[in-house]
């Protein structure tokens, strides 16, 4: 079964807001086997959206639109469906009735635009919205939804669960695996996988985020067997740039192994300016295992808080492998990242270039410090420097549990 996701709003054409109900449905209708044609998102406008249900239509058992049932002008979906389907648009009074409640039990008060919310397609099925006004409704292989994320996610499991009774779907789950990746192009994994990705009906697929690349493979769950076969092909080829799986990131996986060891961890940080310490503390559980960071942007910081040696920092320079290894020994825990560069624009030199940066590690008696030469914006530079940073203290982790 295939279905058609419709996101409604002009703010999510012209920049005024990010689409993330999409993400929520399709992971919901892969857990029932229906998987997604197409997403296709229109402004605020009756005739598009039902240009867009036209569309829908032709390759879709289901159509499902999110946003546009709210009480203002520019909620017009309910009315675009009704117009496309050549039907009327109703109010029942118990429906009426249940609206007038829940606004007064929020203290707000009922205007003859609020009856816009509880309007219903003739033949429609209603779903009851729980944490606001507009129900979900479908109608005909229609479905439609608040584009209102909580109220979202209080609809659609339960009309999910209606929907499957309804058209007696024999579940199939979709089986995805995600391998997380780093420190390879994606050209280069491309190359070295493709020979793999043979198999008739799996969707693979490379997705870059800001913290790796991920290798998706997609089939049936009642055929992950052979998805299977594959990963263990791709672990044989790459294994050692993966560094989790699933939406685990490289933070929690470095995190759940200082807590296996019962080793504390610190950072101190120079050009990232707390950005590690960011995506450390981000974590649930992280203070188990975290000490502190220190953001020793100056020389006299790195001196004072990390023993870092005067006459070092006049020999090397603060962006260097010296002052690096100073800074990560002078971190009191068993586990530790120091971090200083260049990152821009400005302040590089021919010898020392913006981009460059050390990073030093520490876990126990070893300790390594790598140089780096980094690309992008500022603030890019310092994002690079962070992933890098975990991903070879992860490395050095398992290097001292061998």
């Given at each position: 079964m295939k279905a058609t996701l419709i996101l409604v709003g002009t703010e999510l054409l012209n920049g005024g807001m990010i689409d993330t109900n999409?993400?929520?449905?399709?992971?919901?209708?892969?857990?029932?086997?229906?998987?997604?044609?197409y997403k296709i998102v229109v402004k605020d406008d009756i005739n598009e959206i039902k240009e867009a249900i036209e569309i829908a239509k032709k390759s879709s058992d289901l159509v499902i639109l999110s946003g546009g049932l709210g009480p203002t002008i520019d909620d017009l979906t309910k009315v675009a469906v009704a117009n496309y389907l050549g039907k009327k648009l109703t109010i029942d009074k118990d429906d009426l009735d249940r609206l007038k409640i829940k606004l007064k039990e929020r203290n707000i008060d009922f205007l003859e635009e609020n009856k816009k919310e509880v309007e219903k397609v003739e033949g429609a099925t209603f779903f009851n919205n729980e944490v606001g006004m507009a129900p979900g409704m479908y109608v005909d292989g229609i479905a439609c939804f608040p584009g209102v994320p909580r109220e979202l996610?209080?609809?659609?499991?339960?009309?999910?669960?209606?929907?499957?009774?309804?058209?007696?779907?024999?579940?199939?789950?979709?089986?995805?695996?995600?391998?997380?990746?780093?420190?390879?192009?994606?050209s280069l994994l491309n190359k070295k996988l493709i020979p793999y990705f043979v198999e008739t009906g799996i969707d693979y697929e490379f997705l870059i985020k800001d913290y790796g690349t991920i290798i998706r493979l997609q089939y049936k769950e009642s055929n992950k067997n052979l998805v299977e076969k594959i990963i263990k092909k791709i672990y044989n080829e790459i294994g050692n740039k993966i560094f989790s799986e699933g939406n685990i990131k490289l933070e929690e996986v470095i995190l759940n192994k200082l807590k296996e060891r019962n080793l504390l961890f610190s950072v101190a940080e120079s050009c990232t300016g707390g950005m590690i310490s960011s995506k450390i503390v981000g974590v649930s559980g992280a203070s188990e295992v975290y000490k502190e960071g220190l953001v020793t942007y100056s020389n006299s910081s790195k001196v004072e808080r990390l023993g870092v040696k005067e006459e070092t920092l006049k020999s090397y320079g603060a962006v260097s492998f010296e002052t690096a290894k100073e800074m990560v020994e002078g971190l009191k825990?068993?586990?530790?990242i120091s971090v200083t560069g260049i990152a821009g624009p400005n302040g590089g030199t021919l010898e020392k270039p913006v981009g460059l940066v050390y990073i030093g590690l520490k876990v126990n008696e070893n300790i390594e410090v790598m140089k780096k030469i980094f690309k992008g914006s500022r603030e890019e530079i310092r994002e690079k420097t962070v992933l890098c940073s975990l991903f070879y203290l992860n490395k050095l982790l398992d290097k001292g549990s061998n």
């Open positions: 999409s993400i929520y449905m399709s992971e919901k209708l892969n857990s029932y086997g229906i998987s997604i044609k996610y209080n609809l659609f499991p339960k009309f999910l669960k209606w929907y499957s009774t309804k058209m007696k779907l024999n579940i199939d789950k979709i089986y995805i695996r995600d391998l997380l990746t780093y420190g390879i192009a994606e825990t068993a586990v530790g």
